[in-house]
């Protein structure tokens, strides 16, 4: 099956998720969680928004260490502090996504 025929499923519960009132995860839960999904074959996973917390920052960094299959995901502003957090949680991954947010996209 070429890369264009497959379906990629992007799972956003760790970063998504705990925008739900009362919701939060801790460090080792998110490591828990991204375990599950990478040994259940989900392909990019949302770690969370590394410039928001130290905590976010620390799960994103261990998630990037802990996959084996899986490609870990941050989120950032279009703002070089959010971008180089996103970059230096995700400098262990093998490969790694990290998605760009910006006033234009947010008034869209």
């Given at each position: 099956?070429s890369k264009?025929?497959?379906?990629?499923?992007f799972?956003t519960?760790?970063?998504?998720?705990e925008?739900?009132?009362?919701?939060?995860?801790?460090v080792?839960?998110?490591?828990q969680?991204?375990?599950?999904?990478d040994?259940?074959g989900?392909d990019?996973?949302?770690a969370?928004?590394?410039?928001s917390?130290?905590?976010?920052?620390?799960?994103?960094?261990a998630?990037?260490?802990?996959?084996?299959?899986?490609?870990p995901c941050?989120?950032?502003?279009?703002?070089?502090?959010?971008?180089?957090?996103?970059?230096e949680?995700?400098?262990y991954?093998?490969?790694?996504?990290?998605?760009?947010?910006?006033?234009q996209?947010?008034?869209?």
């Amino acid at each position: 099956m070429s890369k264009k025929d497959k379906v990629f499923i992007f799972d956003t519960t760790m970063r998504d998720g705990e925008q739900s009132p009362g919701a939060s995860m801790s460090v080792e839960e998110k490591i828990q969680i991204s375990r599950v999904f990478d040994e259940m074959g989900i392909d990019i996973i949302e770690a969370g928004f590394p410039i928001s917390s130290p905590g976010d920052f620390e799960a994103v960094s261990a998630i990037s260490k802990s996959v084996k299959n899986s490609i870990p995901c941050g989120l950032a502003r279009a703002t070089k502090k959010d971008i180089d957090a996103c970059h230096e949680s995700l400098k262990y991954a093998k490969d790694f996504v990290f998605i760009l947010l910006s006033q234009q996209v947010l008034f869209i």
